[in-house]
């Protein structure tokens, strides 16, 4: 795929995230609209959820119907010119009208994710990333946090009812053994964006699907942070561990979540 249509999707991708969060604005400042249904433990869809999965498969099919399209609402393939869409990431914060969720939009071909959008509707907060090009928030360039060491890093770590509990607990116990903080914010998207903008310092989770992380890996990845190789082992449709961060705790954070460690760049 040549520069131009890349540039092309990338434009339309941060058209559709703004439209997208408008309608995910309008349910959250309703509230009678919170109305969740539980899909599995604290894994809830809301009546949002699927209107905007529906209006952002409608637009990507009328501007680009010779790409794939995979969300968490309604599936999809691995095509090789694929959507992949979280229409809300950060559904459980969502329903319970918590400003930490966002409207998570990538593009991914010939094996790399190109564009990334990570849009949060109330806080007005565009993060976007094309590969190679840099990443913003609102236009204006960001850069991940230049941490000084483990004592010093705050780590979002997301937990998966997917994975055994006594597993989030370990990962939890060594975060904190080795010095980090930590915090878990319900958001692999947004959390991945704070890392790539130097809010914190560190995401990891043992278990997420590709429309949950591939546009803030992106973000981190342009940032100037590192990032697990999440597509490794079938991980763009089967999901994988997600582990990114600032250079200075790559190596201690990789202590904490070995399983990403075979997928690594
Ligand atoms: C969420 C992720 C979060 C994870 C939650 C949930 P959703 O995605 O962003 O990191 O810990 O369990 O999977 O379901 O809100 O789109």
């Known amino acids: 795929m040549n520069s131009l249509d890349i540039a092309r999707r990338h434009a339309f991708a941060q058209e559709i995230a703004r439209d997208a969060g408008a309608i995910a604005r309008r349910y959250f400042h309703s509230g009678d609209a919170m109305g969740a249904m539980e899909k599995g433990a604290h894994d809830l869809v809301t009546q949002a959820d699927l209107d905007i999965d529906r209006f952002l498969i409608e637009r990507l099919r009328q501007e680009f119907p010779e790409d794939g399209i995979l969300t968490e609402e309604s599936g999809g393939d691995g095509a090789s010119r694929l959507w992949v869409i979280d229409p809300i990431d950060g559904t459980a914060?969502?329903?319970?009208?918590?400003?930490?969720?966002?409207?998570?939009?990538?593009?991914?071909t010939e094996g790399r994710?190109?564009?990334?959008?990570?849009?949060?509707?109330?806080?007005?907060?565009?993060?976007?990333?094309?590969?190679?090009?840099?990443?913003?928030?609102?236009?204006?360039?960001?850069?991940?946090?230049?941490?000084?060491?483990v004592t010093d890093a705050l780590v979002d770590a997301g937990y998966s009812s997917k994975r055994p509990l006594a597993d989030y607990v370990a990962l939890v116990g060594r975060l904190l053994e080795d010095?980090?903080?930590?915090?878990?914010?319900?958001?692999?998207?947004?959390g991945l964006a704070h890392v790539a903008c130097g809010r914190i310092d560190g995401y990891c989770e043992l278990f997420l699907h590709s429309w949950d992380v591939l546009a803030g890996l992106l973000l981190v990845e342009e940032a100037g942070g590192w990032v697990s190789d999440f597509t490794a082992r079938g991980g763009l449709l089967q999901g994988n561990a997600?582990?990114?961060?600032?250079?200075?705790?790559?190596?201690?954070?990789?202590?904490?979540?070995?399983?990403?460690?075979?997928?690594y760049p």
């Open 93 to 108: 914060n969502f329903a319970r009208r918590i400003p930490h969720f966002a409207v998570s939009i990538a593009f991914h």
């Open 113 to 149: 994710t190109e564009s990334g959008v990570v849009y949060n509707p109330v806080l007005n907060e565009m993060f976007v990333a094309r590969r190679g090009f840099g990443a913003t928030c609102n236009g204006q360039p960001i850069r991940v946090r230049p941490t000084r060491g």
């Open 179 to 190: 010095g980090f903080a930590f915090v878990q914010n319900g958001s692999a998207a947004i």
């Open 242 to 263: 997600v582990l990114a961060g600032t250079p200075a705790i790559r190596q201690p954070l990789r202590r904490i979540l070995p399983m990403a460690g075979e997928g």
